[in-house]
Antibody
Framework: QVTLRESGPALVKPTQTLTLTCTFS??????????VSWIRQPPGKALEWLAL???????YYSTSLKTRLTISKDTSKNQVVLTMTNMDPVDTATYYC????????????????WGQGTLVTVSS | DIQMTQSPSSLSASVGDRVTITCRAS??????LNWYQQKPGKAPKLLIY???SLQSGVPSRFSGSGSGTDFTLTISSLQPEDFATYYC?????????FGPGTKVDIK
């Protein structure tokens, strides 16, 4: 059974750096094709894709946020970490991590499963 | 970057109704399109992948179609548990993107 769980601070101050951890089980990020992504959702708003890290340690970032984001993995701990610098109240959102498998010969991939999400509020 | 749009943004329907939601990509994405259902306070759940493949465990009243830039999610007979928000997502590019969502509520 594949599970993911997000953890991190519930409250950060403006200008601070946010660090979130995704701890997963049921798969290994050293397996070819395996990836983990971060997605966020401001209250009452749509989903926004943020970043992806793959089994080969290749990293991809949202064009609009790439200067503020860093994604990394610790394969031995089954964890993926996302940092976001210079936090602002507009970054208040529920942050999700999700598994994505990109090793299928068809080339198709999708986010499944997702973690339960963690709400981060940015306020002074 | 590939942009995704959805229509309508919301709709009201009754149990038993046939519901159709449309998703459009800003460029051709072949069949690299997924659909998710999200209920309040919950994480999104995968319904359809590769435009028309039903995820295991998802009721057969859900179906997807389309390719290129235009896609459709259809619920053949709306059930009480289907009232939720639906999102499309393109997986053509590694830099993924979601549509703005379609909220389905009770008429």
């Amino acid at each position: 059974q594949v599970t993911l769980r997000e953890s991190g601070p519930a409250l950060v101050k403006p200008t601070q750096t946010l660090t979130l951890t995704c701890t997963f089980s049921g798969f290994s990020l050293s397996t070819s094709g395996m990836c983990v992504s971060w997605i966020r959702q401001p209250p009452g708003k749509a989903l926004e894709w943020l970043a992806l890290i793959d089994w080969d340690d290749d990293k991809y970032y949202s064009t609009s946020l790439k200067t503020r984001l860093t994604i990394s993995k610790d394969t031995s701990k089954n964890q993926v970490v996302l940092t976001m610098t210079n936090m602002d109240p507009v970054d208040t959102a529920t942050y999700y991590c999700a598994r994505i498998y990109r090793g299928d010969s068809s080339g198709y991939s999708w986010f499944d499963p997702w973690g339960q999400g963690t709400l981060v509020t940015v306020s002074s | 970057d590939i942009q995704m749009t959805q229509s309508p943004s919301s709709l009201s329907a009754s149990v038993g109704d046939r519901v159709t939601i449309t998703c459009r990509a800003s460029q051709s994405i072949s069949s690299y399109l997924n659909w998710y259902q999200q209920k309040p306070g919950k994480a999104p759940k995968l319904l359809i992948y590769a435009a028309s493949s039903l995820q295991s465990g998802v009721p057969s009243r859900f179906s997807g179609s389309g390719s290129g830039t235009d896609f459709t999610l259809t619920i053949s007979s709306l059930q009480p548990e289907d009232f939720a928000t639906y999102y499309c997502q393109q997986s053509y590019s590694t830099l993924s993107a979601f549509g703005p969502g379609t909220k389905v509520d009770i008429k």
